[in-house]
């Protein structure tokens, strides 16, 4: 009776299906942040149309907005792109992660 039941759970075991691919944190397929051609954004308002813009141009699923005064947290994600802004709220840098 033993042998039979170990043989149906191997059988068991062998009929199952792979589990599918993990999702890794900071990581949305198929975005990855790029930050070519994004210095054209440097001294504009920072606004959600510019934002949204942003977000286009550098591919990232994230944005992230950086006020003056504003802690971030330091974790890296490769799919987001984080703006940078000073006191009159122009973009002032741009960096991925």
Same mark, same amino acid.
């Given at each position: #009776?033993?042998?039979?039941?170990?043989?149906?759970?191997?059988? %068991?075991? $062998?009929c199952s299906?792979?589990?599918?691919?993990?999702?890794? *944190?900071?990581?949305t397929?198929? *975005?990855t942040c790029?930050? $070519?051609? =994004? $210095?054209?954004f440097l001294?504009?308002?920072?606004t959600s149309?510019?934002?949204a813009?942003?977000?286009?141009?550098? *591919?990232a699923?994230v =944005?992230?907005?950086?006020?003056?005064?504003? #802690? =971030?947290t330091?974790?890296?994600?490769?799919?987001? %792109?984080? %703006?940078?802004?000073?006191?009159?709220?122009?973009?002032?840098k741009?960096?991925?992660?």
């Amino acid at each position: #009776m033993r042998k039979i039941a170990l043989i149906a759970l191997a059988l %068991v075991c $062998a009929c199952s299906t792979a589990p599918a691919a993990p999702i890794i *944190h900071g990581e949305t397929p198929g *975005h990855t942040c790029q930050t $070519a051609g =994004l $210095a054209r954004f440097l001294g504009q308002a920072g606004t959600s149309a510019t934002g949204a813009a942003i977000k286009r141009a550098s *591919h990232a699923a994230v =944005l992230r907005w950086a006020p003056p005064g504003y #802690m =971030l947290t330091m974790d890296y994600r490769a799919d987001r %792109v984080t %703006v940078y802004l000073d006191d009159a709220r122009k973009v002032t840098k741009i960096n991925c992660g």
